[in-house]
Structures are given as C-alpha cells and as structure tokens.
C-alpha cells in the first residue's frame, strides 16, 4: 500500500465516528496536525475534542480520556505504542498520524506514518493534510497548515525547500490560490516582519562575515546599495515590500561578499511559501513566522490559541497569540543573552551548558539554536534544563548545523542512545533533538554524548580533522 491508501484508509475510519478525541503535540507541527484533523471534522459534522501534551509519557498518558470516543494521535503516538497498550486502548479505536519511528508493540494500531514509505521529509501535519483531503477533496485549503507544520519542523531547512510529498502538497494549495511557492526567494527569517537589516543580520544560514550578528553592518551594506530602505514615513521595509531590481541587487551583492569570503552561495537562496489571503507584514503572512507563532503558544500552554488562529480566528485569539510572541521573543533574547555571558563548556566533539531553572523546558532548544551560531559552529550544543515538576528528572535540547549534519553529526541517533542508556528516553531530528534523563546521569550522559558524536564523525572519516 502507498501513502495515500493508507491516507485513505485512516479517512475511512475515522468518519465512521460520531465523536473524536485528538491528542497532539504542542509544537508547530502538533498544533498544525491537530487544526488539519479537527477542521476536517467539524466539517465533516464530526465533533472532535483535543488534548495537547508536551510530550507522550506514563504521566501525560492520565490525560487521553477513558472515554467511547475514537482517539487519533498526532505528531506522537508511533513510538510510544507501548504506553497505549499499557493505557488500555483498543485497536479499533485508536489512529496514529505521525512522522516519528514506530515502535513494535503487542497491538497493531492503524497508523498513516509517511517513514512507513520511505518519506524522511515530510512532518505529521503534512500526513494529517493528506488524511484531510481524502476526507474531502475539498479540504485543499487546509495545505496552508500543512505547508506550516512541515516548515515548522525545519522539513525544509536542510534543502532550502520542502521536498518530495510535502512540496506536492505546497503545490496543491498554490494551485488552489492559497499558497504562494516562491521558488528562489531570499532563505532569511522574517522576510515579511523584519526592517531588512536586521533580517539579514539575524540570520547565520550562510553565516556572512560583517552581516551575520552585526545589525549596523547589516545596515551599512545596504546603505551602500543605494536601495530606499525606509517608506516616505520613515517606517522600514521588509525585504517582501522590495521591488524585483532591488531584490536582485541585494542577492548579487551578497553573493558577492560570500564568494570574497571563499564561502559558498548556495544557501543564500530557498524556496519560500507565503498565504497571499493573510495582512501583509504579520506573521500569518509567512509559513516561518507563523510556525513561530504557534509555537510560542504551543510552548506558552496557550495551544488551544495557536489552534483557533489556524481555523480562521483573526480577533481575540491573534491578539492573545501576538502578545504571547512578544513574550515568548524577550524570553528567548533573555535565555540568549545567559547562554553567551555565563559561557558553554566544550568537550571535544560538542559544547554545553546547564541553566538550572532559570528557564521554562519548552524554549531551551530555540536558544541553543540562535546561541549557535555566536558560538563554535562545528559543534553541536547541549543544553540541560531542571523540571520543576519532577525534580528527578532532567530535559535536555540539542542543536547544530547543516553543515554538520551534512559530516554525519545526527543528534536524533545520539539522544535516543545516551538516553536510553540511563533509563531516559530521546528522540527528534538529526539537526535538532531532545531527551529527558535521570538528575545524577547528567554528567555520564553528556560525555557519552560526546563519545557518539565522536564516532559519527569518525564512521565518516571526519572525526578529529
């Protein structure tokens, strides 16, 4: 069976109930999957119900209720098949989306999950979409959400784009007139929100020698174009409001000072996907920015917000889920700002640092990804983070780079192993990854971590180059 039969049968299924329970994630790509499946539902004339969880574990599994609804996992569930067994659900009334590894159990769960065909590529929100649709052709609209999730989920950060299944379905919604696929646009974050400048000087994916982290470098180099960078109101634009000749001289000029810098020019470019039915200059407006709105929700506790705004509510709940982006940005900068002053410690093949609990779990991982790239980019960063709610127990968050990524560094297989050695469990992507572990295992933990890493570069033949 492909993936769509497999789609198609999970839409078989869950239509033939009255009542749904959907339990998800509460990133991106969890909010998206869940916003997918609820609307598709709902219209459907299906009454769906939803749970979100930081994370599917003996503790968060009390709150999947003990009900006759039909419960549908999302972003989660495909490797913790045991704990649904030990819960007591039934074949027949459980259905797994997701993009994770499956775990064997006794029970054989009805599970559309597109690593089953060989689609590494692809988040569960793309999976939901595709459920979605052969619900109802008609539900093409909601691809918007699943080009989030995958964006999200950094689905399109190592290629510069989305690919395989997911870009089809970016592609569908374009087709529809609901995506607008811009094929090599500038590959920055905050196209659509940020003063140019301070776009390009945030962003290290090229790193750009007096741009990247020099926000008045940044200004003086575009300064030096000659392009008008401020409207007749002395508001500043953003590169999505610049005219066609002025994007290209920017993008020549860049490539410019990276070819000077005996760097390459590849990553300057990416394929960007915006909503033209969203305000300009929001962060709707954008499949980056709006995942970031939706995870600071989602990692607030807010993720019911994040899920109305993907069904369509544009008052109270984007106002609520705009001041949560502020919040969640200051806190960000805050935790940045501790990282760089406090300082990491470097083991051979990785850098770390423990930050007590100063910090909520949930934005740990963000700021180890934007203290990166300020510190040494060849290795990935460990940072360890208290639970206040389980003294015994420690998260831990992991970042690196493509480039990394590219030398056979895979943070996934890492965590998974380091942490299962100590009675933990980890699990996430190769370029950003998370485990929770025992307090007194700290030490241990982050020396076989680094031990991993080490031969993960040593089977590449990279290891101490």
């Not at 499946?37 to 709902?42: D, G, M, P, Q, V």
Request: glycine share 8%; with cysteine.
């Amino acid at each position: 069976m492909s993936l769509c039969d497999d789609a198609r049968s999970a839409a078989r299924e869950v239509l033939s109930h009255d009542e749904v329970t959907i339990v998800s994630h509460i990133d991106a790509d969890g909010i998206a999957s869940e916003a997918i499946l609820s609307e598709a539902l709902s219209r459907a004339g299906i009454r769906p119900r939803s749970v979100y969880v930081r994370q599917l574990e003996p503790m968060t599994m009390r709150q999947v209720p003990q009900d006759d609804t039909f419960k549908v996992f999302c972003d989660l569930g495909a490797g913790q098949q045991n704990l649904l067994v030990e819960r007591g659900l039934r074949e027949d009334e459980v259905l797994i989306v997701d993009h994770h590894v499956s775990q064997p159990a006794e029970r054989s769960y009805l599970q559309v999950n597109c690593l089953h065909h060989g689609f590494s590529k692809m988040s569960a929100a793309g999976v939901a979409y595709l459920v979605a649709r052969e619900m109802d052709p008609g539900n093409v609209d909601l691809s918007r959400l699943a080009v989030v999730g995958n964006v999200g989920d950094m689905m399109a950060r190592e290629d510069c784009g989305l690919v395989g299944p997911a870009r089809e379905i970016a592609l569908e919604g374009a087709a529809a007139g609901c995506i607008e696929v811009i094929s090599r646009d500038l590959n920055c974050y905050g196209t659509s929100t940020r003063p140019l400048h301070v776009c390009l000087a945030y962003n290290d994916d090229p790193y750009i020698a007096g741009i990247t982290n020099n926000v008045n470098g940044a200004l003086r180099f575009l300064q030096k174009l000659g392009i008008e960078l401020q409207t007749p109101d002395k508001r500043w634009r953003v590169w999505e409001e610049l005219l066609p000749e002025d994007k290209r001289l920017v993008t020549s000029s860049l490539v410019q000072q990276l070819i000077s810098c005996g760097e390459r020019a590849d990553r300057l470019f990416s394929e960007s996907y915006l909503f033209p039915g969203e305000v300009a200059r929001t962060p709707l407006r954008n499949a980056q920015e709006f995942a970031t709105l939706l995870n600071a929700c989602g990692r607030w506790t807010r993720p019911s917000v994040a899920s109305a705004i993907c069904r369509g509510d544009r008052g109270p709940a984007f106002r609520e889920a705009e001041h949560m982006l502020n919040n969640h940005r200051a806190v960000i900068r805050e935790l940045l700002e501790y990282i760089l002053d406090t300082g990491v410690e470097e083991l051979s093949h990785l850098q770390w640092i423990h930050v007590g609990n100063r910090y909520p779990d949930t934005i740990v991982g963000i700021g180890a990804g934007m203290a990166l790239s300020r510190l040494n980019m060849d290795k990935p960063i460990l940072v360890m983070v208290e639970q206040p709610e389980d003294p015994c127990l420690t998260k831990v968050s992991m970042r690196t780079t493509e480039r990394a990524v590219g030398r056979g560094i895979d943070l996934q297989q890492a965590l998974t192993t380091a942490s299962a050695e100590v009675g933990g469990a980890g699990g996430g992507h190769r370029i950003a990854a998370g485990a929770f572990i025992p307090k007194e295992s700290e030490e241990y933990f982050v020396k076989r971590v680094n031990q991993i890493i080490a031969g993960q570069l040593c089977a590449e033949g990279q290891g101490h180059r």
